[in-house]
């Protein structure tokens, strides 16, 4: 018996439908916490505030003599001030002696200031004779001083809940010592694809066989948008085969991402095993290409069935599936609805009237150029930039007309 498509939905509406599911069941911000040198691009999930004042001590900017300030009022080039040496003060010593009035210690940048100094006069302006400094200029109270807790004071907020942690938050995180970072743990896909046909990288081919490329496209999709993919294999598309691996699925992710076996052919199975365990939703969106896509779920999780297609795969992934990844992540920037340019089609295209079409383009001088190739043809993933969208009602672009390019490579 042939299967058939449900009724066949319209972008707004299936948009809405996978939108409502990724947020029934992908939107609880769980805690994890990771090291400091793993917490780049991730979420964090907890307000922090200050273990401590930044910088912890009064320190120097600048290599120079700590002084009491009063005691270079009067210094000049014609009548410098004369201080005795106490010691040398490099960064990361403890001062141990106090400057009084009459003396001075020399210091590095970055040491801490002793006690009983105000002031710092640069190197420039001195001269050191035996055990004696001389000071050519006066200098005013506070110079060339960083004080303790000027930077970050002890108790306050210094990265808020939400914020994706970039290298400038991962430093401001290692100026307080912290290594243990509360983060928001991230969603976990598990990717399967399905085919007789498909067989693993670095196994031989037989006839009639191909390399699995869903797989590797897809969990490098899946880690750009900040998600966790689990790779589950290549599975044959039969009824048990497919049934046992998305019941595992089920026990160790959030989202099912599965390849293939999605049209309404004999051999392709996963509308029956979804709607044997689960519900499906949606079968059938009207584009092109990924016409063939369902939508599902089991239990409480979302299962999205992708056309076997590399490249009908990975478009409606990238078109529908990455905002909401990216969103969940915090990865703004990486959402291919934000990364957009504008420039004129180099060659007239044609389009499929009745459906909305993505067709991927590549970029050269200025230029946009379509790639005429059908969604199974794999060098036009590997020529592309990225895509443009032909609504449904249009069947041509002139050449010449100004088309927006949503770009595929993340920044």
Known sequence: MVNEFLRILEVPEFENILKKLFNKFCTEYETEYVELMDAHHRVLNEDIFANMDVPPFDRTTKDGFAVKSEDT????????????LLEHIDAGYNPKKEVKSGFCSL???????????????????????DNEVHIYKPCPPGQDIVRKGSDIKEGEILI???TLLSSDKIGALS???????????????????????????????KPGEIFDINSYALQSATKSCGAEAI??????????NMKEIIN????????????????????????????????????GISVKPGKPTIVGHINDKMIVGLPGNPVAALMIFEIFLSPLLCEFSNLKNNNINTRTVEYPLEKRF???????????????????????????AIVGLSQANGYITIPKNVEMITEGSIVKVHLFDRI
């Open 160 to 162: 808020k809940k939400g």
């Open 350 to 376: 044609y389009s499929s009237k009745g459906r909305q079409h993505y067709a991927m383009v590549k970029i050269e001088n200025g230029k946009v150029y379509p790639i005429f190739k059908d969604s199974g």
């Open 248 to 283: 595992k699925a089920i026990k160790t992710s959030d989202i099912i991402l599965t390849s293939g076996s999605t049209s309404a052919g004999t051999g392709d199975v996963l509308k029956d095993i979804i709607e044997d365990l689960g519900e499906v939703l949606v079968h």
């Open 73 to 84: 009022f009067n210094a000049s080039e014609e009548n410098p001030v004369v201080l005795k």
């Open 107 to 129: 210091i590095n940048t970055g040491a801490p200031i002793p006690q009983g100094a105000d002031s710092i006069v640069m190197v420039e302006y001195t001269k050191t004779q």
């Open 231 to 240: 790779w589950l294999g290549v599975v044959p598309d039969n009824y048990e």
């Open 175 to 205: 100026a307080l010592g912290l290594n243990k970072i509360p983060v928001r743990k991230k969603l976990k896909v598990s990717i399967i694809s399905t085919g007789r046909e498909l067989v693993e990288i670095g196994s031989k081919l």
